[in-house]
């Protein structure tokens, strides 16, 4: 058994994490709570249930035999996607949930919150557990980033643009001069190895052979963005995978999300509010077409994410998630765990795109370069970009 002195970094760690998740709450009104514009968005309130419901389902009802299921219905509520668990509520109808209240959730977080630490006290609270402790723990800070760019893409599509914080600091710019970092013909080492914590996609340390490559130390811009628009980069369709000018086509697409044309001016919902385009600041918001169209026209690619990986040392990364031309697929010897929790990589292993770095929505601690995040070809309400490759 561990001691209670040994698990309290633990507890301390759990209380954090959970803290934050209701910090980045605060500044919304009641009404924000329960908002779904689209499938892809959960209300925040789901957000705050389906997290709390982790650690109840996973760690509460299987290893503390006191434990009492704060309500035997939040568990078909606040299911997202494992269907060892049973039943669940349909994705597109997490915005029809009037019920539990905003009040409710944050009772049934209090409540799981006081038994995780009565279990992280007690006898019951074991080592073997702690990995799981820390999966739930990376999953809440997952959840966090996407609370961020969930709540971005309601206040972005009220009429009233109304500003997450008017106070929030802009970002800073990166200043060293852009250049193209050139990569020898040779074999590297992908994958996470060693000590800490890493997502099951991302073991099973291997050897990849890569081409000589070269790859931008800087990300684009809007300002090089926009020259790609006023160049009829969203009219020719020789730069679009055909997908991608399927998509355009269909959704009449013309600029990046958030983007508005204001009175001859481009502007853009920022989380500050709406605010004129710098052209100066790093591209967000932008899916993998997009990403692959103007990479086409600037006569280069994306790079793959075991050059990413590789490269990743020699220049900054960390504000925008940095598309890859890579299909989102297991590494050498990947193995899915048993139970519900093989649910949670393992199944999303097609038609999805790799995505490498973090951004600057991720919470302090969560990113890793070896970290593979993974979206459909067509999302974008994440906070993505473009690095270059050729």
Not at 364 to 383: A, D
């Amino acid at each position: 058994m561990e001691t209670i002195t040994k698990l309290k970094p633990i507890l301390r760690k759990f209380m954090d994490v959970r803290s934050r998740s209701e910090e980045i709450c605060q500044p919304l009104e009641i009404e924000d709570y329960v908002v779904q514009p689209i499938v892809d968005v959960s209300p925040p309130k789901w957000h705050l249930g389906h997290t709390t419901w982790f650690f109840e389902t996973f760690i509460l009802v299987p290893n503390f035999p006191s434990y009492e299921v704060f309500d035997p219905q939040y568990n078909f509520v606040f299911n997202s996607y494992y269907e060892t668990i049973g039943a669940r509520v349909i994705r597109t109808d997490r915005g029809n949930l009037s019920r539990p209240s905003v009040s409710d959730v944050y009772r049934y977080r209090k409540y799981v919150d006081g038994k995780m630490a009565e279990f992280l006290n007690s006898h019951h609270m074991t080592h073997s557990i702690i990995p799981l402790i820390e999966l739930g723990l990376n999953h809440e800070q997952q959840h966090q980033e996407l609370l961020m760019t969930d709540i971005k893409y309601i206040l972005g599509h009220n009429p009233l643009f109304p500003a997450y914080k008017k106070d929030r600091k802009k970002e800073t710019k990166t200043s060293d001069e852009k250049r193209m970092l050139h990569f020898s013909e040779g074999i590297y080492e992908i994958g996470f190895e060693g000590p800490g914590f890493c997502f099951d996609n991302e073991m099973g340390k291997h050897k990849v052979y890569l081409n000589d490559f070269a790859i931008s130390n800087h990300l684009v811009t809007n300002g090089e963005y926009l020259e790609f628009m006023e160049a009829g980069g969203y009219s020719d369709f020789r730069y679009w995978h055909a997908d991608g000018w399927n998509w355009v086509k269909e959704n009449s697409i013309k600029s990046p999300l958030y983007w508005h044309k204001i009175d001859g001016k481009w502007m853009h919902y920022t989380l500050g509010g709406l605010q004129e385009v710098d052209a100066d600041e790093e591209l967000c918001h932008i899916n993998f077409y997009e990403a692959s169209a103007y990479a086409a026209w600037k006569g280069m690619r994306l790079p793959t994410e075991h050059e990413w990986e590789a490269a990743s040392s020699c220049f900054s990364w960390g504000k925008r998630w940095e598309w890859t031309n890579s299909s989102y697929l297991p590494y050498p010897g990947f193995k899915k765990e048993p139970g519900a929790v093989g649910e949670y990589n393992g199944k999303f292993m097609v038609n999805q795109m790799v995505l490498r770095g973090a951004s600057v929505a991720t919470p302090l601690g969560h990113s890793r370069f070896t970290y593979r995040n993974f979206f459909q070809p067509e999302l974008k309400w994440q906070f993505t970009g473009i690095r270059l490759a050729k």
